[in-house]
């Protein structure tokens, strides 16, 4: 086995050497430079996080022009797709993690473009397996998870129109003051709300948790993700408080749809509790969620029981006499229930 390990880390090492010496080969200096700088942030021989300089020398590229960026984010995803390593890919997609992160706007744009055709499958990791030995088999659903939460990020940040991820230190209560929110449309408040309450379900879906303070890359990928948790918390936060303002003006399906999400983030409480137990507990974003549901609820039962009574009082129209629904809700119409109840029956029965 030991045997094995070794063997792996040299043919590993023989690889990368391989890669830097093609890159350094090539005629097309630009795209050069930046896949030898991919290659180094990416080695096959550790499996330690990029290093802090190494993904800055790369962020680095998105401050030129679009050619260089878009040249710097072709060299990632070959690196991703061009390899089996487990380690290589994990280490790419905390680079792309970064650049969603903390990048240039012109390379995040150019992140956002590739492919055109974007997706549920973006970064088109769904199926990938290192098949190398039970440890590397393992590792392999962290990529494919990793992959489908920044599918996500990517997805739902298409659908905010600004980045979901954010390096903001504001306090969660003065979220709302950041975001220009009032001119938005109710059904795109929600479509948002949604989106975001995805993303924090993704979160709950990750793998067996117990890798995550023995694997090095995990725990900088989770550095990464508890930020963009706390970010997602921001937001939703200020959607809902605006939402809560605009509850009577709210239409059934919009209703509906955030009592679900509302129930879906409850659902999901107690294992981000475990998941980030070190960080903040956010109080004030639980108990938004819980008021807002509770709020929501009772907004949606009163207009039940008036659609009730507008039923009930049309009914009575057609019969001519209070209806049994109508004197269920309303006690003091009591006395007209057996009455009541006999003449709907008498009227079915003469119609049949």
Sequence with gaps: ???????????????????????????????ASIRLSVI?????????????????????????????????????????????NVYVVFKCLIIVHNIITRGSFILKDQLSIYPSTGGRNYLNLSM???????????????VRWYARFLELNLMTSRVLGSSVSSSANSSIKNIKDFENLSGLLSSDLVKECTALVDIVDEICRIPDGSITQQNNLVYEAMKLISEDYRSTQQKMYSRLTELDDRVDGLNPGELDELINCLGKVEECKERLVVLFVNRKRHDAFWELISQTKTNFLRVKKEREIVLAISESTQLEKRVGTPSLLLSRLLPHAGKWLKAESTYIVTVSTART
Excluded at 9 to 31: E, M, Q, V, Y
């Design 40 to 84: 180094r942030a990416t080695t096959r021989t550790s499996t330690s996080p990029p290093p802090e300089h190494r993904i800055d020398a790369i962020l680095a590229y998105g401050h030129n022009n679009r050619l260089t960026a878009s040249a710097c984010i072709h060299a990632i995803m070959d690196r991703i797709h061009k390899t089996r």
């Design 1 to 31: 086995m030991v045997r094995k390990f070794k063997l792996r880390l040299l043919l590993g090492n023989f690889k990368d050497k391989a890669s830097i010496l093609k890159a350094s080969l090539s005629t097309k200096r630009r795209t």
């Design 128 to 142: 990938f397996n290192d098949k190398s030995n039970v440890k590397t088999w393992e590792f392999s659903a962290w």
